[in-house]
């Protein structure tokens, strides 16, 4: 069966039962902003918290245009909140792991900090080994966002807004960003719509870093969670986590999650990527149908103890899939849990990382004329 032959199937199965596990006739669709904390400038930031009438609700901060938490149900009716996170502003701030933050002006990795674009070389700060990663020193994450509801005809919808200078991090081009979470009324879906455009040539890449574990946050590792990805080829990366130019087929490999796989199955094996990357921290190449530049499915993850199914559907021709493999254990999260190593995973939408160094994978040059504008959907459920 093929993998969207799969989604659908599921996805129709799934939607009947989350009906029946999460509906809630009594809730109301809405969106509420309360204080988040102030940072180290003194700035105070908001957290907007969007429900709606199955209640599942969603929460983002204007610091970093930030998930803060979802909490969803289980195959049960109890609701869990199912992404890593903290409680206030200034403990996202002093955070390194990027949790559930919007990430940019280039989300994962450019290749010894520096990229050419139009005949100039452009120097970026390294804060990955000699790498930049995420944006640089202060990435979108680390931002104060302009934010407002704003209406949606298919729910509940909050619009964060970043102007990133000219200049800053190394990236030219003054650009303009805008990130609108839309929580669906009738599903249990998060759409993310991301918007940018530039007044000089630039490089952009943008994603969300949530870190899923179904079970609920600091309920363990999610070694027994499945996966399976609509994607028949991974980027190969070197020591320093930079692909090497290689679309590898996973046939064979334990990157083959063109099934559902339990993710701990293979993760300690010793294949060289593995032991590379601690464990899986790639990019893998979705199967996009030729031609098109649509919303189509990338991943399905699921928890067999919570029966708590995530779908991931994108316009974006890449996947970051990461296990939690820097973890250690350090970060206490909401509610004081301790995150240890593997206790979640994520499921990054993105364009290749270092395509500004390799003309090869899909362009990530956003120019003047040409604003970029992409999808993400995190899509919820239960299957019984």
Request: some cysteine; aromatic content about 10%.
């Amino acid at each position: 069966m093929s993998f969207l032959r799969f989604g659908m199937a599921l996805l129709l199965a799934l939607t009947l039962t989350s009906v029946e596990c999460s509906a809630n006739p009594t809730a109301k669709a809405s969106v509420e902003s309360q204080p988040f904390g102030a940072i180290a400038s003194g700035l105070k930031t908001d957290l907007y918290v969007l429900r709606n009438s199955r209640g599942m609700a969603v929460a983002i901060s204007n610091y970093g245009a930030t998930v803060v938490s979802i909490k969803v149900p289980d195959r049960a009716g109890k609701f869990e909140d199912v992404v890593l996170g903290y409680e206030t502003a200034k403990e996202y701030e002093d955070g390194t792991a990027h949790f559930g933050g919007t990430v940019g002006r280039y989300a994962n990795r450019i290749a010894h900090g520096s990229f050419t674009l139009a005949g100039k070389t452009y120097t970026l700060p390294k804060n990955n080994g000699e790498n930049t990663l995420h944006g640089g020193l202060l990435s979108f994450d680390k931002k104060i966002w302009a934010a407002k509801e704003v209406p949606s005809k298919d729910g509940v919808a909050v619009e964060f807004t970043y102007v990133s200078p000219d200049g800053e991090e190394g990236f030219p081009g003054t650009m303009t960003v805008t990130v609108v979470f839309t929580l669906l009324n009738n599903k249990d879906e998060l759409r993310i719509d991301y918007s940018a455009s530039t007044d000089k040539p630039t490089v952009v890449n943008l994603t969300n870093h949530s870190y899923f574990n179904l079970a609920g946050q600091g309920n363990g590792d999610i070694l027994s969670q499945t996966l399976q990805l609509n994607a028949s080829k991974f980027t190969p990366v070197d020591a320093g986590l930079i692909p090497t130019g290689e679309l590898r087929d996973v046939k064979n490999t334990p990157f083959d999650f063109t099934r559902p796989v339990a993710i701990g199955e293979r993760i300690n094996g010793t294949d060289e990527q593995l032991k590379l990357g601690r464990g899986y921290d790639h990019n893998w190449v979705l199967d996009r149908k030729a031609g098109v530049s649509g919303i189509e499915f990338a991943a399905v993850a699921h928890d067999p103890k919570s029966g708590r199914v995530l779908e991931v559907l994108t316009t974006e021709p890449g996947i970051q899939f990461y296990t939690g493999n820097f973890l250690d254990g350090t970060a206490h999260g909401k509610g004081g849990k301790v995150y240890q190593q593997r206790y979640a995973f994520c499921l990054e939408t993105q364009h290749f990382p270092d395509s500004p160094n390799h003309p090869g994978f899909p362009s990530t040059t956003l120019f003047p004329s040409r604003p970029f504008h992409s999808i993400t959907i995190f899509r919820f459920s239960v299957k019984m």
